[in-house]
């Protein structure tokens, strides 16, 4: 198609063909699968998986907001026993990077799943540390250094696979909660996980969402998560994979300029389907456009 | 590669009853691709409405798809403004329809909005078939489902057209049995009809309805509980890829 080089190295010996991956929570390998070939892919990022099933929260738990939208699965997943049996198989059929998302309620829960996941073919993990901690009176692991750092530093341990720490923007200070998780070992950061939204229905006076708060995603929060971005990439060295609200080949090359080495696609995906080979054609037209030979070269073409 | 998203053009769009409209959409592929009780994913031209709509569809023709659909918000709503000849981008049909079986007397249970699936599904159906439908006010493809050979009852709540009541009611009024039930409409209604036809031992397929985000099994907002032998009794089916058709008797409800 062209002689861009698409390919990019993520941290911890990692190298993905290109820079297009799917964010946690809004990527299912088999029925992604029936909508494009998931061998376009640079990296296939499942959903968050922990130790045991979690039965996630009542419906609804899906709200469409202006440009955006909120969801409140809360992480139903079949636990990591069934993942490695019964999904990774499927996924690892595809000439793509598999990088696993961890979820824990607890630090010992992440650790379970990183020792398990290390001893499989998954390429990297991804440990999502804005699930509550239940040990805490259920303040997320990513809002506070100490607790991310704490996090970090344990499944460092017993991890032997490249670790992704995925940052909740839920937050004051984005760089210092970058800064300690890189302090204790992250290979690399993916930012930035949903904003805590809400939306109430003014005709039937109340939320719609049945768990009344939830993960507010899509284009409405582009702004903030390029910010972030941008913020953490002058803060720490690691390479960093951007996402929140990416829908174009465009908006890809937003975060890139603003310092990301990969990028995610999740809300837009699930408008539709085909959103992450769609946005990686058009982040390739857009670099033709300007003479980017590498993702090296528009990284660094920030005027400022 | 067996799903996609395609661009149709609107060849009727009208509307059939107090906001619910009748669109007409000519696309091969998704006509093809349809099967009855299936539903396609309709988008917006507005980029502030991010989800498409999953409606249910009506009836498939050769290179033609007809939907029925309430108007309930501002999607559809821009919807029933279109005019024949406008583009329309949809999937190709989602999820897992009815099945039909093999019965001499069917019953067609359908509430509201539920009853567009059940014009289909009609064409499929070998041996007798009855339908059962309820509505608030004003009745809708009754006379529809008449021309395809259904001997059709109505009952609405305020009894202006048809029986009083509801459809679990009508069929006991009028002592109708069938050998097999197939039903899609509110859950209420579902459930109520899913325990009548357990009491009486007869099958039936339910079209659920919960509220989705990608309607194509990626995004897990869409569950319902179904029957399990495991500790809880139950796990979480994806109405959108896993049904929206179950049987009742698998339905925890």
């Known amino acids: 198609m062209s002689k861009i080089d698409l390919s990019v190295n993520i941290g911890g010996g990692l190298i993905l063909d290109n820079p297009i991956t799917t964010a946690s929570g809004t990527f299912s390998p088999r029925e992604s699968s029936e909508f494009y070939d998931l061998n376009e892919l640079g990296a296939m990022i499942t959903k968050g998986i922990a130790n045991v099933p979690w039965e996630g929260n009542p419906t609804p738990r899906i709200a469409e907001t202006y440009g955006g939208m909120i969801n409140s699965v809360g992480l139903q997943n079949p636990g990591v026993d069934y993942f490695i049996e019964h999904e990774l198989p499927f996924a690892k059929q595809f000439n793509t990077k598999v990088i696993a998302n961890v979820a824990g309620r607890s630090i010992e829960d992440y650790c379970e799943v990183v020792e398990k996941l290390s001893e499989t073919d998954v390429d990297a993990l991804e440990v999502n540390i804005s699930c509550p901690n239940v040990k805490k009176g259920g303040i997320g692991f990513g809002v506070q250094c100490d607790l991310a750092g704490s996090v970090v530093k344990e499944v460092r341990r017993v991890s032997k696979k490249p670790l992704i720490i995925k940052l909740s923007p839920n937050v004051t200070d984005i760089t210092e909660i970058a800064k300690a998780v890189e302090a204790e070992g992250a290979d690399a950061i993916s930012l930035i996980n949903t904003l805590l939204g809400m939306k109430i229905d003014v005709h039937r006076m109340r939320p719609v969402i049945a768990n009344k708060m939830g993960g507010f995603s899509g284009p409405a929060i582009k702004p903030v998560a390029v910010r972030m971005v941008y913020q953490v990439r002058r803060a720490v060295n690691v390479p960093i994979i951007g996402l929140g609200g990416i829908m174009t080949g465009e908006d890809a090359a937003e975060f890139i300029l603003a310092g990301a080495d990969a990028i995610s696609v999740g809300t837009a995906a699930l408008v539709n389907p085909t959103a992450p080979v769609d946005i990686k054609r058009e982040l390739v037209e857009y670099m033709e456009r300007y003479g980017f030979k590498n993702l090296a070269e528009l990284r660094g073409a920030l005027n400022e | ?253």
């Open chain 2, 1 to 253: 590669m067996s799903k996609k998203v395609v661009l149709g053009k609107v060849l009727l769009n009208e509307m059939i009853e107090k906001d619910v409209y009748k669109m007409v959409i000519r696309q091969e592929e998704a006509a093809k691709s349809a099967a009855p009780g299936q539903f396609v994913n309709l988008y917006t031209k507005s980029e502030s409405m991010l989800l498409p709509r999953p409606i249910s569809i009506c009836e498939i023709g050769t290179d033609t798809l007809t939907l029925v659909y309430g108007v309930v918000g501002k999607g559809t709503k821009e919807f029933s403004s279109y005019n024949v000849g406008d583009a329309i981008k949809l999937t190709t049909a989602l999820g897992n329809g009815f099945t039909p079986a093999d019965a001499k007397v069917h019953i067609l249970v359908g509430g509201g909005i539920g009853v567009p699936p059940l014009v289909e599904l009609a064409k499929h159906l070998e041996g007798e078939k009855i339908a059962v439908i309820g509505f608030r006010e004003a009745p809708f493809l009754h006379e529809r489902l008449e021309e395809l050979g259904v001997k059709v009852y109505v009952a609405t709540d305020s009894g202006a057209h048809g029986f009083k009541g509801n459809v679990v009611e009508l069929m006991e009024e009028k002592g109708l049995v069938g050998d097999y039930y197939y039903s899609c409409g509110p859950k209420p209604m579902l459930r109520a009809l899913a325990a009548f036809c357990e009491a009486k031992g007869k099958p039936v397929q339910v079209s659920l309805e919960e509220r989705m985000g990608c309607g194509y099994g990626a995004c897990v907002g869409c569950v319902c509980k179904t029957k399990a032998a495991n500790e809880v009794g139950y796990e979480q089916k994806k109405v959108c890829k896993d049904g929206p058709v179950f049987l009742g008797s698998e339905v925890a409800w």
